[in-house]
Each structure stands twice: as structure tokens, then as C-alpha cells.
């Protein structure tokens, strides 16, 4: 798979941006600042739906604009898939698939597929635990796109099994009304909350031999890296951190990746009966899959806390690359593959690390990468560069537009025959 044409309306730095990209690797080089980040940014962004860089969507709308919009031309072995996700500061997010009437944003989530690697993963290993839960969760989604719905479903639940517990901590008391509620929202919550912890259990079952894998080509091969999901539903788990410190390793319980949903809910039910007073004196929820933690191990030892920044950094790329593999493993078809996204990654690495990472990537059907210097980048990903300047992209052999490109509010639109979401505004918008 790869990412042919990409348009750029109101987001970020780019009033309009319209580039086509060629499959195998193509570098934008640029000084920092000059929106380098942000075209990968929205090329990832179409794929999840979500930044690497902030968590909330309003930062990519350019000031002074009302919306954004992305659009990408996919092309998967002779097929060509036209994704076009706008981005509303007032309203819900809408998409657009083969200019279909407008849908829902979800409804265009992983169509196209990325696998993005960035200066940021290295809070992967260093960060809290809600960093690598969203990593495997954003995992999960990749590899089957309906699956979204279980954390949203989870969310929604925890959401109001929390409101009230806050009531009942507020009032002082807890009524047996509020205990009749709260056992209802229990089974919602064990119920949907198994079926979320269920999917991760098998997911990190499927990642650890490719994170060893990934890990043992990155470095001298001395160390065996590893994977465990430790779970505040174990009996054993220590719930006592007043933050999201994760249950810690005593939570980890290899056991529960044999139970289905339905005995992992009876755990779960359990878990929230033996913590019920805790909960009700501090007024949140600490059994269920958002305070979960994956471990990450480097032979006996976590590597949070003891390892070097280099076995740190080499764990960070690991667990990219793993997602990569299980990825392929996952779709033989043809046009499977991922497209790969180095954002200013290499900057951060030694000269071994470079070159053992891009001896991997190399041959990926489209591989998307970001250098402040073109000479950064390693040799055996040395393929069609392109200049990024303010505002839009240009050949570094000539200096001439390879884009059409504005700035922010300059009225840039999509030419007239691609079409978009943005038009349906202009006619009396459409139905939300």
C-alpha cells in the first residue's frame, strides 16, 4: 500500500497543499519549523484518525480557519481509494470514501495503514502506563479497524460507572440507591471491560516474538527483550498508587490469557466487590483495562527505570517495528504492506542504530521520512528528496513547486474537479 496524492486544506501550517508521492522512499528536508512533521502528521492522521504529536484535534485546524481537511489518494496492488477526513473545530469530524455521500470519521479509520516512528516513542518505554496502553489499543485497531469499539464502548461505561462514584462520595454516604446503580454499572463494566482486556491479551501474545525479533536485529543481540501484560482485575494486583502507576508486576498473572470473556468477567465482577470501598472513598474506578500496564522487560529486568538510553531507545523502535511485522503477518495480500513513516527519527539514534533500522525499513513498499539534512539520512534509504519550505514543497534539484500550496486563510481550495466535504457547506451543509 501506498499514499499517491495527498491534499492538505486548513491544516496545520498549509492554507493548500496538493503533492503527489511516488511508493519506495521519499524524504522531505527542511530546516525545523517549516512543516516538515505536519505533512506526515496528516498523512498518519488519516490512517488513525489521531495525532502523534497532541490528543486533541483542534491544534491541526490552522488559525483562523473553521475546519481542515485531509485528503489521500491509497493504492493497493491495482486498487485506488480516494480517503478524505475533514476536521471540524465546532462540530463532529466527517469523512468521505471514493466521494461517497459524507460518513462518520470512524467509518474511514484504517483504510490506510501506517506505521509511524518519531522522536516521541520514547515515551513508550520512559512514560506512563496510559502511554503503552494507547500504543497497543492503536495496535489493535490496525489490525481490525471494528475493534475501536470495544474501548469506546469501555470508555462510555467508565464514564458513568465514575459519576457515580463522585456522587456517592459527595453526598457522603452511599445509599442503598446508589448500591442498587452500582451494581448494574459493575456488569456493564466487568462485561465490556473483559471484552477489552480479552482482545489486548491476545494481542500482546501476537507482538512479543516480533518486539524480540525487532529488538535482537537492532542491537548486538545480548539481551532477549519481552512483554507482559499486567492487569488490575489479577487478584494480586497492587492498586494502591494514587496515579496511574499501573497495578505493577504483581498484577502480572500469564493465566489470564487462558480465560474467555466470560470467565474474565467473572474476575473482573469479583475485582470490583473486593475494591468496592476503596473506590467509593476515593471516587474513581481502579479495576478495568485503563489502569492496565504492559511491562516491558529486557531479560528479568523492566526496562523502565534500568535500562540505558540506548536499550531504551532500542525497545522504543522495537515495539514500532513489532507492530510492523505483525502487520505483514497479518494481510499477505497483495498491497498489504504499511506505509512506513520516520518523523525526524533518525536524529535521535547513534550511527549503529541508523543503519541497523534502515537496513530493515528499506524495502517497504512506501517509506515516508523527515530530515532537517538530507545527508542524516542513512544510505540505504537514499531515494527521491523533496525540499519543504514554508507553505509547500518544492525539488531540491531545481526549486521548483512540485505542490500547489498557500498559506493559512489565503482561501486555498481543492481544484474543482476533486470535490469535498468542505463544498457540502456551501449548499446549506449537511446532516450530522
Known amino acids: 500500500m501506498y499514499v499517491e496524492h495527498l491534499s492538505l486544506t486548513g491544516f496545520r501550517s498549509y492554507g493548500q497543499l496538493d503533492t503527489v508521492i511516488e511508493p519506495g522512499i521519499t524524504v522531505f528536508v527542511g ?15 488519516l490512517a488513525t ?54 460518513v462518520r470519521a470512524k467509518d474511514a479509520a484504517g483504510i490506510l495503514k501506517t506505521v509511524l516512528f518519531a522522536p516521541e516513542d520514547l515515551t513508550l518505554v520512559k512514560g506512563d502506563p496510559s502511554v503503552r496502553r494507547r500504543y497497543l489499543d492503536e495496535v489493535m485497531v490496525s489490525l481490525l479497524p471494528h475493534q ?25 454516604r452511599f445509599s442503598t440507591a446508589h448500591e442498587a446503580t452500582l451494581d448494574v454499572w459493575d456488569q456493564h463494566l466487568a462485561e465490556s471491560g473483559a471484552r477489552l482486556l480479552s482482545a489486548r491479551l491476545v494481542l500482546v501474545d501476537k507482538l512479543r516474538p516480533h518486539v524480540q525479533r525487532a529488538y535482537q536485529e537492532l542491537t548486538d543481540g545480548s539481551k532477549i527483550a519481552d512483554l507482559a501484560y499486567a492487569s488490575s482485575v489479577s487478584p494480586s494486583a497492587d492498586l494502591s498508587a494514587e496515579d496511574d502507576a499501573g497495578p505493577g508486576r504483581n498484577g502480572t498473572d500469564e493465566r489470564l490469557g487462558d480465560l474467555d470473556p466470560g470467565a474474565l468477567t467473572e474476575l473482573f465482577t469479583a475485582g470490583l466487590l473486593r475494591h468496592r470501598r476503596k473506590e467509593l472513598e476515593r471516587g474513581i474506578s481502579l479495576v478495568g ?52 513513516i520516520l518523523d525526524d527519527a533518525f536524529a535521535e539514534l547513534d550511527a549503529q542504530r541508523r543503519t541497523r533500522l534502515a537496513s530493515i525499513v528499506a524495502s517497504a513498499e512506501q517509506v515516508l521520512i523527515t530530515a532537517a ?21 518544492a525539488a531540491p534539484d531545481d526549486g521548483g513547486d512540485t505542490s500547489r500550496a498557500g498559506v493559512p486563510g489565503d482561501g486555498g481550495r481543492p481544484s474543482a474537479d476533486q470535490g ?10 449537511m446532516d450530522g
Open 148 to 172: 475501536s469499539a470495544l474501548r469506546a464502548d469501555y470508555e462510555r461505561v467508565l464514564k458513568q460507572r465514575n459519576a457515580l462514584l463522585k456522587s456517592a462520595r459527595a453526598a457522603g
Open 49 to 102: 484518525l489521531s495525532s502523534h504529536r497532541v490528543s486533541t484535534d483542534t491544534p491541526l485546524i490552522a488559525f483562523g480557519e473553521e475546519r481542515a481537511i485531509v485528503r489521500g489518494r491509497l493504492v493497493r496492488g491495482a486498487q485506488r481509494t480516494s480517503v478524505e477526513v475533514e476536521i471540524n473545530a465546532s462540530s463532529a469530524n466527517r469523512a468521505r470514501i471514493n466521494r461517497s455521500n459524507p
Open 373 to 393: 539534512v538530507g545527508d542524516d539520512i542513512p544510505a540505504a534509504l537514499v531515494g527521491r528528496q523533496l525540499r519543504v519550505i514554508p507553505g509547500a514543497i
Open 31 to 45: 530546516p525545523n519549523g517549516v512543516g516538515k512533521t505536519n505533512i506526515v502528521e496528516a498523512i498518519g492522521y
Open 289 to 340: 483495562p485503563h489502569r492496565d500496564e504492559l511491562t516491558l522487560l529486557l531479560g528479568s529486568m523492566p526496562v523502565k527505570g534500568y535500562a540505558s538510553h540506548g536499550e531504551t531507545w532500542s525497545m522504543a523502535l522495537a515495539l514500532r517495528l513489532a507492530s510492523y511485522y505483525l502487520l505483514l503477518e497479518e494481510d499477505r495480500t497483495p498491497g498489504g504492506d504499511p506505509v512506513l
Open 420 to 429: 469535498s466535504i468542505a463544498d457540502e457547506h456551501a449548499v446549506g451543509g
